[in-house]
Each structure stands twice: as structure tokens, then as C-alpha cells.
């Protein structure tokens, strides 16, 4: 079962890649961790890797890929996975069919998670975060004890440049230009399923629940 999310930034679908992971007992592989982990482990790809990003450029698709195919091809995937953050663009995709297609592999569902900008505006503007610990919270969905303060550490909760309403729409925009087009290239694939990502979480999760099967 190889699976991809798709959404906006904000939609959930992290916190849903992270419960079908879970749930079906494949791993949940987003590429922010894998290069992270490269890099901290020192390979040679994660080395080629940190060259892009300590100049501040994105990494190329094709040494992206290679550094997905690598930790597809570890034991824990051989039941599949969920990837979470890639890919992101049209030319992302076809590399990484391509490579699967090398290995006679394809992806079965690409998921996506859908949520109207404005619902995403609110829901991301409302976020609050710990300037101390890290620790975050919702103004409407997990407000903290005491308004404007860290349950567990007492420090200030600030709402993150990342969060910002306008931010987010340059975000969004982003998203609309470069992701959006994967929509019609998985519908043309025919494995694209939506599952309305405004209803509750635990509901977004029984809709994919019902598209991949118990």
C-alpha cells in the first residue's frame, strides 16, 4: 500500500498521514525527516543534500528522489508507506514514477485532504505557540488553561510569523501554482481520492479508513 497526501499547508494531512501509518503499520516517510536524518547520519546523499540547503537552494528533484528511494527500499517499507511532503510539483511526480516504475512499483492512492483557503486562514491563525518549550495550542480547538500562557511551562504564546494570515495566503498561493496540478495528473492516474478535510479529524480519518479498506 503506497500511498501519498495530498492538501494545502494547514489541511491536516500530516496529522492524517501519521494515524494510517499507524493504523495499517507502514511508515510514515516525509521527506523533511529523511533529510534530517541523512544529513545528521552523515551519507553521502545527505552530504550532496546539505550543499543545496546551506546555500539556501532547494534540492534538486532527482537527488530527492534517490534519497526517497533509498529509505523506501529499507525493510519497514516492504508493506508500503505513506509519503508526506513529496512530491510537490508535476516534475517531482513523473521522477518518482519513474523510479517506481523502474522497480515495477507504482503509487495505489494519492489522498487528498481537502480544505477551503479561508477554512485553512482561520484554522492556522488561531494557532498559538510557546515561546519557550515549543508547546502549541488553538485559540478555538486546544486553548490553553489561561489565555496568552504555556500550560506546561507558564512562558508566552505567540502567534508565529508562519501563521500569519497573510503568510498563509502566500502559502496557499504557492500551493495553488506548484501542488494543485498533481490533483489532475493522480486523477489521470486514476488513484486520486478526496475526503472533505473541514469535518473532524477522526472523521477525515474514517473517510480514508473507507477508501483503503480495514
Do not use: W
Not at 552523515?42 to 530527492?64: H, I, R, W
Not at 482561520?122 to 519557550?132: E, H, N, P, Q
Amino acid at each position: 500500500m503506497k500511498i501519498i497526501m495530498l492538501g494545502a499547508p494547514g489541511a491536516g494531512k500530516g496529522t492524517q498521514a501519521k494515524m494510517i501509518a499507524d493504523k495499517y503499520g507502514v511508515p510514515h516517510v516525509s521527506t523533511g525527516d529523511i533529510f534530517r536524518a541523512n544529513i545528521k547520519n552523515g551519507t553521502e546523499l545527505g552530504m550532496e543534500a546539505k550543499k543545496y540547503m546551506d546555500q539556501g537552494l532547494l534540492v534538486p528533484d532527482e537527488l530527492t528522489v534517490k534519497i526517497l528511494l533509498d529509505r523506501v527500499s529499507q525493510p519497514d517499507c516492504k508493506n508500503g508507506y505513506v509519503l508526506d511532503g513529496f512530491p510537490r510539483t508535476i516534475p517531482q511526480a513523473e521522477v518518482l514514477d519513474k523510479a517506481l516504475a523502474e522497480l515495477g512499483e507504482s503509487i495505489d492512492y494519492a489522498i487528498d485532504v481537502d480544505v477551503p483557503d479561508e477554512n485553512i486562514v482561520k484554522r492556522m491563525s488561531g494557532r498559538r505557540a510557546c515561546v519557550s518549550c515549543g508547546a502549541t495550542y488553538h485559540v478555538v480547538h486546544v486553548p490553553p488553561k489561561k489565555e496568552g500562557i504555556c500550560d506546561r511551562c507558564g512562558s508566552e504564546l505567540i502567534l508565529r510569523d508562519d501563521d500569519k494570515p497573510e503568510t498563509v495566503k502566500n502559502r496557499l498561493d504557492v500551493y495553488h501554482k506548484q501542488t494543485q496540478p498533481l490533483i489532475d495528473f493522480y486523477t489521470k492516474k486514476g488513484v486520486l481520492k478526496t475526503v472533505d478535510g473541514t469535518v473532524d479529524m477522526q472523521d477525515v480519518f474514517k473517510a480514508i479508513v473507507a477508501i483503503l479498506g480495514e
